[in-house]
């Protein structure tokens, strides 16, 4: 399901921005991939040395509490480095870098339930690389984005994923577009790791309160569909380990009042929120949601 790709007028700053993006992509491409993964990381230290989005990291560390000071520090410094090699492989064409699949039974099982599947995703390792994967390995493999903002960079993202056999929900309908998709067993994958706002709801996340999407847990309750979260992280060597996890709905009370259907809905949430905080705390230099505002409402990122 292709929902019509919103095309804004861009901004004189887009062309640049657009230009910069195409400049990056040729060069990337021009020499082998070790290289190129050595130039990205190196590129990803100096963001890191002249502080670019720092503040923003720090915030997030410091408030989630997980690891002194010192830790976080070489954290962050490998997250930085890892920033420009994932940077490298989203830019790079043709042959796909080396993978290997873990557990993909789970992905399986789940797809042979019939009810539609529901791959949850955070920004962790390389969430675009699992499309170039599976786009033209897997039948009717959606994704739900949010259009960015240079319609220029949004129509290029938006043909790289069409090439890829991989349709484009957009936000603005991503609950009529998932509900269609989960109807004809096909499979939605959604990144639920950004702050909601209003329109989320508050549930444990690394040990705190975040504002956190409802729809993924709202049409399990509602239709059945199944839900694999799973990740694809850059070992050292420059491979990737694409892991699949099971997510079996958690006890809960049947529908026959709005509180039942509400808890049963916050169960799920934090079921998955659970999942995507082991992640974290076992690899944290590949979640890219540090660079994020995940806990705005609760910490004061304008100081």
Not at 291 to 303: E, M
Request: charged share 25%; proline share 5%.
């Amino acid at each position: 399901m292709n929902d019509k790709n919103p095309k804004p007028k861009p901004k004189r700053s887009h062309y640049f921005e657009y230009a910069a993006l195409r400049v990056l992509e040729f060069a990337v491409n021009l020499v082998p991939r070790r290289l190129a993964l050595a130039l990205g990381g190196a590129v990803g230290r100096l963001l890191c040395l002249f502080g670019v989005y720092r503040r923003i990291v720090r915030k997030n560390f410091d408030h989630v509490g997980l690891w002194d000071r010192g830790k976080a520090d070489k954290i962050i410094r490998g997250l930085y480095r890892n920033m420009g090699r994932y940077a490298v492989d989203f830019l790079r064409r043709g042959k796909l870098p080396p993978y290997r699949l873990n557990r993909y039974e789970l992905y399986m099982s789940a797809r042979d339930k019939g009810k539609g599947t529901i791959i949850v995703l955070a920004h962790f390792g390389n969430w675009e690389l699992l499309a170039s994967v599976w786009g033209k390995q897997v039948s009717d493999l959606n994704v739900v984005a949010k259009p960015m903002s240079n319609s220029l960079v949004e129509g290029w993202l938006f043909k790289k994923r069409t090439a890829l056999g991989v349709s484009t929900i957009y936000t603005e309908s991503a609950l009529r577009g998932m509900l269609t998709v989960l109807k004809r067993n096909g499979v939605t994958a959604i990144l639920i790791d950004q702050n909601m706002g209003s329109m989320g709801t508050p549930v444990p996340f690394l040990g705190k309160t975040a504002s956190t999407v409802r729809t993924v847990a709202g049409l399990i309750r509602k239709t059945g569909a199944a839900a694999v979260p799973m990740y694809a992280i850059m070992r050292g060597d420059g491979r990737y380990d694409i892991e699949f996890f099971e997510a079996e709905p958690p006890p809960a009370p049947q529908a026959g009042a709005d509180g039942d259907s509400e808890a049963a809905i916050a169960a799920i949430q934090a079921q998955h929120n659970d999942i995507l905080s082991q992640w974290v705390m076992k690899h944290p230099e590949h979640w890219f949601g540090w660079f994020h505002r995940r806990f705005r409402g609760f910490v004061d990122y304008r100081k």
